[in-house]
T-cell receptor, first 109, second 111 residues
């Protein structure tokens, strides 16, 4: 049973379009992380959010943590082929991080 | 600055064989982690070490043992490998209570 549900599972868009990935859980987390993973490599941490309602921006990526600290979203503006990858959300308390199954994003040139 | 390094990169074992996966980090991080990644299941925590000298079970610890040799090194041992342990194994480290940096992974096939 996945503690964190990510949607959609797959997303294929044209370069320049926007996209949003969702991460939902019934559990409350002290922190929530987003990672991006490329084939054959380990995940790379993009952002950590710790405060309910928090919004963080990283260039064209916007991350939001839900007020109740149970859900999060990742929005990419004007996607580029370099944004292609597997996006993973993870939430945890005290070192025990649970990962979602991931959203595979493909940005076509 | 190498970050998190793992050895070996690939390994093929027969059922019942044993092996140790090695992990080292050079960022002076307190916490270290071992995860396995299987298709469609995300990453699952096997064991973690909050600081040198301590280790704790994660979500899927059965069939594995770990050693936090010193602050830099955290090894994962399979005493008697089973086909269900075929997976990609990632080591990670962090300054707080979540993994910040992951290694490149070890791809293990158990026949």
């Amino acid at each position: 049973t996945q503690l964190l549900e990510q949607s959609p599972q797959f997303l294929s868009i044209q370069e320049g379009e926007n996209l949003t990935v969702y991460c939902n859980s019934s559990s409350v987390f002290s922190s929530l992380q987003w990672y991006r993973q490329e084939p054959g490599e380990g995940p790379v941490l993009l952002v950590t959010v710790v405060t309910g309602g928090e919004v963080k921006k990283l260039k064209r990526l916007t991350f939001q943590f839900g007020d109740a600290r149970k859900d999060s979203s990742l929005h990419i503006t004007a996607a580029q082929p370099g944004d292609t990858g597997l996006y993973l959300c993870a939430g945890g308390n005290d070192y025990k991080l649970s990962f979602g199954a991931g959203t595979t994003v493909t940005v076509r040139a | 600055n190498a970050g998190v390094t793992q050895t070996p990169k690939f390994q093929v074992l027969k059922t019942g064989q044993s092996m140790t996966l090695q992990c080292a980090q050079d960022m002076n991080h307190n916490s270290m982690y071992w995860y396995r990644q299987d298709p469609g299941m995300g990453l699952r925590l096997i064991y973690y070490s909050a600081s040198e000298g301590t280790t704790d079970k994660g979500e899927v610890p059965n069939g594995y043992n770990v050693s936090r040799l010193n602050k830099r090194e955290f090894s994962l041992r399979l005493e008697s490998a089973a086909p269900s342990q075929t997976s990609v194994y990632f080591c990670a480290s962090g300054a707080r209570d979540w993994p910040q940096y992951f290694g490149p992974g070890t791809r293990l096939l158990v026949l």
